[in-house]
């Protein structure tokens, strides 16, 4: 059984930094390509970047928002996803989830963990 | 950056009913969309793929169709478990972007 399961979110001040895991499980991670999605409570899902696999060199894209502030990161020997998250704002208050992406070449999301939730407030 | 435009972005339907939702992309995604459900407190869950490919599990009442810019989610005949928020997805290019959502409730 496929298991997304993140963790490491909480309260942290403006300016200030976090660093969430994604813990996985039930397929072989180093084959998939790896996504943050993140929602803000009650709003809509917007995705924050991806990552790659070794065979590609773990190349990162990003969100224009979250660009130069966020970077993501990988650990294939256990079976981790990162997402370290510098200079929050207010504004980057959600939940934030890992999502897997299929191997099947269309790039879509076809598992999800729980979410953990980051509040930026002072 | 690619937009995508959902409508409606709320709807009332009685359980039996037929319901389509529409999504709009600002410029041609070819079939490099997903839609999603997802229920309050949940993480969102993939009904589609490749606007129409239904993913392993989705009951059959779901279909999905369009490719370019226009694409709909119809639901043949809403059962109670489908009242939830339905988003789409492009994965043409990047940044990778959702729509506004669309919420189905319960008249």
């Known amino acids: 059984e496929v298991q997304l399961v993140e963790s490491g979110g909480g309260l942290v001040q403006p300016g200030g930094s976090l660093r969430l895991s994604c813990a996985a499980s039930?397929?072989?991670?180093?084959?998939?390509?790896m996504d943050w999605v993140r929602q803000v409570p009650g709003k809509g899902l917007e995705w924050v970047g991806r990552i790659r696999k070794k065979a590609n060199s773990y190349t990162t894209e990003y969100a224009a928002s979250v660009k130069g502030r966020f970077i993501i990161s990988r650990d294939d020997s256990v079976n981790s996803l990162y997402l370290q998250m510098n200079s929050l704002k207010t504004e980057d208050t959600a939940v934030y989830y890992c999502a897997r992406v299929a191997g099947a070449g269309y790039g879509y999301n076809d598992y999800w963990g729980q979410g953990t939730l980051v509040t930026v407030s002072s | 950056d690619i937009q995508l435009t959902q409508s409606p972005s709320f709807l009332s339907a009685s359980v039996g009913d037929r319901v389509t939702i529409t999504c709009r992309a600002s410029?041609?995604?070819?079939?490099?969309l997903a839609w999603y459900q997802q229920k309050p407190g949940k993480a969102p869950k993939l009904l589609l793929y490749?606007?129409?490919t239904l993913q392993s599990g989705v009951p059959s009442r779901f279909s999905g169709s369009g490719s370019g810019t226009e694409f709909t989610l119809t639901i043949s005949s809403l059962q109670p478990e489908d009242f939830a928020t339905y988003y789409c997805q492009q994965l043409n290019s990047y940044p990778l972007t959702f729509g506004g959502g669309t919420k189905v409730e319960i008249k």
């Open positions: 039930g397929f072989t991670f180093s084959d998939h390509y």
């Open positions: 490749a606007a129409s």
């Open positions: 410029q041609g995604i070819s079939s490099y």
